[in-house]
């Protein structure tokens, strides 16, 4: 991304909030990531990327956060927490009963 900043005040509040002492330039060229900026992956895997995930690598960070929220325990609020801020749908959890004889009867 590269944005061009022309206007004389904003060129010397963005160079003031910058710590910049001196003379101001006429015009402030802002660049930043691109599409083709390589990052590691957030899974820790170590593979590159131009996103946030390797392809696929998000769907096993998920699997990971079910299988903490169906385990339960003191990290399952973080894991729903995580999936929330992502925008990632909560896992259904299934609920098994068996059923005696005497209720099938009843």
Do not use: F
């Amino acid at each position: 991304m590269r944005v061009t900043i022309t206007d004389p005040k904003v060129v010397a509040a963005v160079l003031a909030a910058a710590g910049h002492k001196g003379e101001a330039p006429a015009q402030l060229v802002l660049t930043g990531a691109s599409a083709t900026t390589k990052r590691k992956c957030a899974c820790g895997c170590g593979n590159l990327t131009a996103r946030t995930w390797a392809p696929g690598h998000d769907a096993t960070h998920k699997k990971r956060l079910y299988d903490v929220i169906r385990g339960g325990g003191d990290k399952a609020a973080a894991a729903r927490a995580e999936l929330t801020e992502r925008g990632w749908p909560q896992p259904v959890i299934r609920v098994t009963t068996e059923v005696t004889e005497e209720a099938k009867t009843a």
